[in-house]
């Protein structure tokens, strides 16, 4: 499941450098895109603002296949404060840019599946791919909006995947 979950955040992280390169965050003095993976990244008080954090909330599997399916929930959180220059009073404009980017992050709903554990990456026999957003209500927190989106990825398990 760890190639399916590798898979869904490089095609997003992918997506995001393309859909808006101005998205970027600085992680432990690295520039990257604004997204992460929260599970392997170390404990934040609170989240990175204008940035995308996934984290693995779910997991069933279906073994009445032939290959086993993996289904798991994936929830898409970010927030906003808004910008500077305006003085935070167009956050909801702002998350309505993230709203979009999310949109645009997701389609296609699939991705070649990859071997990210071995340099260069490998290309797997079967595809990831994923339900459309469920997107949670907004919530205020002190100055920023935040929103959850939920995401349901698919992956069968390959011979030899642990």
Known sequence: ??????????????????????????LRAVSRPGILVSEAEAPMPQPIPDTFALNWTGLQADLQLPAILAQMTCEIQYSTAG????????????????????????????????NYAQNPAATMETVVFWSEPDFGPIVTQRDRLTRSVEVTVFAFQEQGEQ
């Not at 590798?6 to 600085?26: C, G």
């Not at 003085?87 to 599946?113: F, H, I, N, T, W």
């Open 83 to 114: 910008t500077q220059g305006n003085a935070g009073l167009d956050r909801g404009r702002v998350l309505e840019e993230m709203d979009y980017e999310v949109l645009k992050l997701l389609y296609p709903y699939s991705a070649q599946k990859m």
């Open 1 to 26: 499941m760890q190639n399916a979950k590798d898979t869904f955040y490089i095609a997003l992280r992918s997506r995001l450098a393309t859909v808006n390169p101005a998205r970027t965050m600085t």
